[in-house]
């Protein structure tokens, strides 16, 4: 009788960012990696020091995030690099340390991308204008993320609610400059980036 083996396929891995420091977006993260079913659907690495970690917890009601010397579906591994006291916020204040956080941490997520350490990136709300402040000078974080990565297709948030999917024609601009986006050439993008995905 031949043993047969199994191959299990490997569990996606994915660094997850906090966001705005001085946003709700450390909040959420912990909320979202304190749900056990989350961590059984990939090995998580928390970008952020443990600092960082413990005032989320606190601002999330107590709730706590697993930890784990290796990510995996019992526990997030933090990448604490002891980088938060170079950063420091005021909560609910748009600050230009706030946008640098978040670029450096999202650099750091880039990073791991390109070294094959993760296959994606979760990150919670940005603050376009503490962005701004620490230098970023695309309209959003979409086409930062193409120019740090050399990339000129199509860029474009993806909404999925069930079996509904969208794309965006216009993204992150004043409302007087819709109209003039609004284009077939634009339209049709959006379209087939969509018809690529699904």
Same mark, same amino acid.
Not at 16 to 37: Q, R
Not at 81 to 99: C, L
Not at 129 to 135: E, I, R
Not at 171 to 181: F, N, P, Q, T
């Given at each position: ?7 299990q ?26 749900i056990?079913?989350?961590?059984? +659907? ?49 909560r609910?204040?748009v ?19 390109e070294?094959?350490?993760?296959d ?7 603050? +376009?204008?503490?962005?701004k ?8 974080e979409?086409?930062w ?38 284009? +077939? ?14």
């Amino acid at each position: 009788m031949a043993i047969t083996h199994v191959h299990q396929p490997r569990r996606p891995r994915v660094a997850v960012t906090l966001g705005d420091p001085a946003g709700v977006g450390p909040e959420l993260a912990v909320k979202l990696l304190s749900i056990p079913e989350n961590l059984r +659907k990939a090995d998580v690495f928390l970008l952020a020091d443990r600092s960082e970690l413990q005032a989320a917890e606190i601002d999330a009601g107590g709730l706590h995030v697993p930890l784990a010397d290796v990510a995996g579906p019992h526990g997030v591994q933090i990448l604490d690099d002891d980088t938060a006291s170079a950063y420091p916020t005021i909560r609910a204040e748009v600050t230009k340390a706030g946008g640098a956080r978040c670029i450096y941490q999202l650099k750091r997520a880039l990073k791991m991308v390109e070294a094959g350490e993760i296959d994606a990136i979760v990150f919670t709300p940005l603050n +376009k204008s503490s962005l701004k402040k620490a230098g970023m000078t695309e309209e959003d974080e979409l086409r930062w993320f193409a120019n740090q990565l050399n990339f000129s297709g199509t860029t474009s948030e993806i909404n999925i609610a069930g079996s509904l999917w969208t794309a965006r024609v216009t993204s992150h601009i004043g409302i007087e400059e819709v109209a003039a986006r609004i284009t +077939k050439e634009n339209t049709l993008k959006a379209i087939e980036l969509l018809q690529r995905l699904r």
